[in-house]
T-cell receptor, first 112, second 113 residues
Framework: KAGVTQTPRYLIKTRGQQVTLSCSPISGHRSVSWYQQTPGQGLQFLFEYFSETQRNKGNFPGRFSGRQFSNSRSEMNVSTLELGDSALYLC???????????FGEGSRLTVL | KQEVTQIPAALSVPEGENLVLNCSFT??????LQWFRQDPGKGLTSLLL?????REQTSGRLNASLDKSSGRSTLYIAASQPGDSATYLC????????????FGRGTSLIVHP
């Protein structure tokens, strides 16, 4: 059974650019959530999707957005990148609400 | 608002030691508590999930306990090995309102030969 797959694993962007990250959840999982991890702030919740609907959103600016497709795959987008957006972006999937979370390997974003 | 604290932040032990990692949470209205392992630059690997109705869960050399009344969970690692070196994080999922888990900052463990 395949795990959570995130692409790309590594990427380098410059300030002002935008980036799209992709996440394929475990087959059968309908909930996908995104987290930002930095050494200074730890793991911070970005947003959570279930059946193509965003049900929860963390305290991040509107430059951070996401969506979920009918096959449960999810993307997140960050526009007008800032240096502070450099982080490991993690995607997690679960079968449903309050179920066990399974994480992908993450996408390491570096903003220059 | 739930706060999750993990003490110590870092731990270095010789191989073979039994050790305990601590996780404290401020709101006892917790639905479940999950322990994860994270290797440098990698994602989180789920180790154990304890439901609020359970007191402990075991997997191999790992044993996790949950005491809601005191707001604490512990992860016990028996006979530690160098391969156990990683950061261990706990996350509490609330039972009411938002169901988004709150993560601790983790305990960085080094097991030296």
């Amino acid at each position: 059974k395949a795990g959570v797959t995130q692409t790309p694993r590594y990427l380098i962007k410059t300030r002002g650019q935008q980036v799209t990250l992709s996440c394929s959840p475990i087959s059968g999982h309908r909930s996908v959530s995104w987290y930002q991890q930095t050494p200074g702030q730890g793991l911070q919740f970005l947003f959570e999707y279930f059946s193509e609907t965003q049900r929860n959103k963390g305290n991040f600016p509107g430059r951070f957005s996401g969506r979920q497709f009918s096959n449960s795959r999810s993307e997140m987008n960050v526009s007008t990148l800032e240096l502070g957006d450099s982080a490991l972006y993690l995607c997690a999937s679960s079968f449903g609400v309050r179920e066990e979370l399974f994480f992908g390997e993450g996408s390491r974003l570096t903003v220059l | 608002k739930q706060e999750v604290t993990q003490i110590p932040a870092a731990l270095s032990v010789p191989e073979g030691e039994n050790l305990v990692l601590n996780c404290s949470f401020t709101d006892s209205a917790i639905y479940n508590l999950q322990w994860f392992r994270q290797d440098p630059g990698k994602g989180l690997t789920s180790l154990l999930l304890i439901q609020s109705s359970q007191r402990e869960q075991t997997s191999g050399r790992l044993n996790a306990s949950l005491d809601k009344s005191s707001g604490r969970s512990t992860l016990y690692i028996a006979a530690s090995q160098p391969g156990d070196s990683a950061t261990y994080l706990c996350a509490g999922t609330p039972s009411g309102g938002s169901y988004i888990p709150t993560f601790g900052r983790g305990t960085s463990l080094i097991v030296h030969p």
